[in-house]
């Protein structure tokens, strides 16, 4: 596989990667460890199975570019409720990691990394998949008077509505680091900075990144 030249994250700026998981090729897949290319053998159906893998090729190929370090190399730990990161741990001597923040969210066959310096992040991406409630959801996650809002519109604006107020709800909850934990009365916390994505028309999406406003770079993977 050619050598990337390296990617530098700097201070107050996020990147956010878009990548086409059904245009990359099973290249990105090469670099997963064996603790993710067993769980990858579990997934069912195989077209899930293989998107969820690009992801993390993806994923390790990107923080392998910013470190400057092979990416089959790069080791990653989980926090209390299951957000990863990166440790400075490897197979054969400690690493420098830096400050490299980054948060990983895929929905069909579209990924997005985000990735920064210094500050937790979080990314969530959406691919509609057929109907759902979205009042009973909005009230039960959301808050009753954002779906009171959301029931005077017509269908499909609220199913637009449901999936853009879905994805900055579900980064703010990444960005925190809370997986699948119910969120506290603080998640929307005043240094948390929270905005939508353009991903184009087939999917919604939000970055959060905590400690305020910062610079947003958007950028293709493109392997």
């Not at 997963?32 to 053998?41: F, H, K, V, W």
């Not at 009171?148 to 579900?170: D, K, Q, Y």
Request: with cysteine.
């Amino acid at each position: 596989m050619p050598r990337w030249q390296p990617v530098r994250a700097t201070e107050g700026v996020v990147h956010v990667w878009r990548a086409d998981l059904e245009a990359i090729g099973d290249q990105p897949t090469q670099l997963l460890c064996d603790e993710e290319l067993a769980r990858a053998a579990r997934i069912v159906p195989a077209r899930k199975r293989v998107l969820w893998a690009g992801s993390r090729g993806v994923l390790r190929a990107l923080l392998g570019r910013y470190l400057d370090r092979d990416p089959r190399a790069l080791c990653f730990v989980l926090g209390p409720h299951g957000k990863p990161a990166l440790s400075s741990e490897g197979p054969t001597r400690p690493a420098p990691t830096g400050d490299l923040r980054f948060n990983l969210s895929h929905s069909g066959g579209l990924a997005l990394v985000a990735v920064t310096v210094g500050r937790e992040v979080g990314v969530d991406v959406e691919v509609p998949r057929g109907r759902v409630d979205e009042l009973a959801i909005t009230a039960r996650v959301l808050g009753r008077e954002q779906a009171r809002r959301m029931a005077g519109l017509n269908s499909r604006a609220r199913a637009r509505a449901f999936l853009r107020a879905w994805v900055a709800h579900e980064a703010v909850v990444k960005c925190v680091g809370l997986g699948l934990a119910p969120p506290p009365e603080d998640t929307l916390r005043e240094d948390l900075w929270s905005t939508q994505l353009d991903v184009g028309p087939r999917a919604v999406a939000a970055v959060a990144v905590e400690g305020g406003r910062c610079e947003l770079r958007c950028r293709e993977w493109r392997g």
